[in-house]
């Protein structure tokens, strides 16, 4: 039974979702999987979005089994590639799918566990910043017409962004974001969600400016592991010694299934603005709440200089124009 009073957030009892259409990239594992789950169980439709279609048909799979009744659907999405992100997007905006409306999506999809030397996409760019942050800017960009459409008087559809707390640990190097001079996973890491949050932040402001209706909000999910996770066949699996060496962390950390509600409350509850920054309450782990993130991705030079790092790398400016026109 629920013990929250009225008017307060109950992550296991999300307002209604129905009639709702919601992306998430990254969908077939972790957050990724388990925010389309908390969706789907609230009645909205979700397009669960991968890049390999066994991992992907896999998730679809246990979703369904565990939410009876789910409105779930599959789409091949990789965010390292813009020729996948292109095609993607095409289809949600041709309608391909039932439903034509797009009410938000979760850019999740993300390398956590970044390559030892630097790597590139097939398209010459560096692999964890392309994944990170540059697909997503490339998404957003294809998908904006389509939220901006969608927008009505009771919702104004929402992006959100994964951040995260590694952000306020690390440097960023905004003339060497392709990390040509240097590398390191770890560097890869931070620069690439520095990059997804200061997208985050750019993109609320450009918005505005634009007085468009979609919001875009920037959150995170604290340190959320495998090994405090349920078990979902084809989806969550781990073995023993991550199950205890998992436990052994758990003073700081949480399940991905408990991450994911930040994300997810980041997406649906109506109160949040657009530009807010959200985390778990004990910073790794707890019920989501308002942050104040790192200063370098709300450094209006730093957001100027990834988005403009963004345009020239995919040669793709974000449609706002053609967006007001449609969303009127
Ligand atoms: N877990 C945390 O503690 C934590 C903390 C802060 C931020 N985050 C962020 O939260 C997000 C999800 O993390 P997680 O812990 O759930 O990671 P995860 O369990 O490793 O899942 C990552 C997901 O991203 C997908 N992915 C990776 N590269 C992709 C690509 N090129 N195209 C499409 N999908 C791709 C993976 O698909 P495959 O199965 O095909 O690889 C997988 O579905 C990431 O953005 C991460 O940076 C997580």
Known sequence: MSTTEPGEWDPSHLPPQDGRTYLVTGAN???????????????AHVIMSGRHPNRLAAAHDALEARVPGASVETLLLDVANPGSVRAAAA??????????????????????HTPRVRTETRDGRELVFSTNALGHFVLGAELLVSLAKS????????????????????????????????????????????????????????????????????????????????????????GTVKRIRDLLQSPIAQGKDAGARTIVRALVDPSISSGEY???????????????????????????RVWEACEELSGIEWPFQKAVRAAR
């Open 151 to 238: 927008a009505t008087s009771r919702w104004t559809p929402r992006m959100v962004w994964l951040g995260s707390i590694s952000t306020r640990m690390g440097a960023f190097d905004p003339v060497d974001m392709q990390l040509e001079r240097s590398y390191s996973g770890w560097k890869a890491y931070v620069q690439s969600k520095v990059a997804a949050q200061a997208l985050g932040f750019e993109a609320d402001a450009r918005l505005r400016d634009a007085r468009l209706p979609v919001q875009s909000v920037v959150a995170h999910p604290g340190y959320s592991i495998g090994g405090r996770t349920p078990r979902v066949t084809g989806v969550n699996e781990p």
């Open 278 to 304: 959200w985390g778990p309450k004990y910073l790794t782990r707890g019920p989501a709440v308002r942050q104040r993130p790192s200063a370098t991705s709300v450094d209006p030079e730093v957001r100027r």
């Open 91 to 112: 289809s949600v905006r041709g309608g391909l799918f039932e439903r034509t409306r797009l009410d938000g999506v979760i850019f999740n999809a993300g390398i956590v």
């Open 29 to 43: 594992a972790g957050v990724g999987y388990f925010a389309s789950e908390h969706l789907a169980r609230a009645g």
